[in-house]
């Protein structure tokens, strides 16, 4: 017996945010990389914080919007189009604009396996939030359901560079990503109800971590 239209959007939001969707996350820190070379994030409580304020706070939360945005567009491809030129615009530091750039388009490439002519309004380059809030919406996903997976998947991400930073070991980084589900379900239900209105960073630190990381000479990751 096949499942329920529920199980089917369930099981293309877990493919489209697992780890092993080739959208290339791996390759990005966001910042949290410099953040761990300055000494800010050293430990498991100082990851803890990171990762609530830029949920909250920071670019994750400005992802949310464009994504909620996108989801309700996804039947408008010249909102489609404003929405994502607004995306690319917001993008606060060369390393960050490479990174929703290149992730947006890998998630359209990938996400074609699921045909659909939410991809023809979209094109095939779109800023990362914004790919999956329409690929999302046009398959009726739930969108408080794809917000929380795509913040989920966003800090599940962040714990791993984390890790492999040094910073923690596997059994801290397990215990962090616990400690943001509040979070997490908090900003997905603030997002679901969003406007444009609502954008807005103010993860100062943050937002330098990701501009000096361009000059970080010995890195692991591209952002």
């Known amino acids: ?34 953040a761990v070379h300055d000494g800010r994030v050293c430990d498991r409580e100082s990851l803890r914080k990171w990762l609530v ?10 992802d949310a919007v464009l994504l909620a945005e996108a989801y309700r567009a ?33 998630f359209l490439t990938a996400a074609s396996a699921w045909p659909h002519p939410v991809h023809d309004r979209i094109g095939t380059v779109a800023a990362y939030p914004v790919a999956v809030g329409a690929v999302a919406g ?28 040094g910073v923690i ?14 979070s997490i379900s908090d900003v997905a239900a603030r997002a679901a109800i969003s406007t444009l209105d609502d954008l807005g960073s103010v993860a100062i630190l943050a937002d330098i971590a990701s501009l000096a990381h361009e000059t970080l000479v010995t890195r692991l990751f591209r952002s």
């Open 1 to 34: 017996m096949s499942g329920g239209p529920d199980t089917q959007a369930l099981l293309r939001l877990m493919a489209w945010l697992s780890p092993a969707f080739p959208v290339g996350a791996f390759s990005y820190s966001g910042g949290l990389e410099q």
């Open 53 to 62: 304020t830029i949920l909250a706070h920071g670019a994750q939360w400005n």
């Open 74 to 106: 996804c039947d408008d491809a010249e909102r489609l189009h404003e929405i994502a030129e607004l995306a690319e615009a917001l993008a606060g530091s060369a390393e960050r604009h490479r990174e929703t750039m290149l992730q947006g388009e890998a």
């Open 138 to 165: 046009a398959h009726e996903t739930g969108l408080e359901a794809t917000l929380a997976a795509y913040l989920h998947a966003s800090a599940s991400n962040l714990v791993s560079v984390a890790i492999r930073c």
């Open 169 to 182: 070991g596997q059994r801290d980084g397990v215990a962090v990503l616990t400690s943001t589900e509040a």
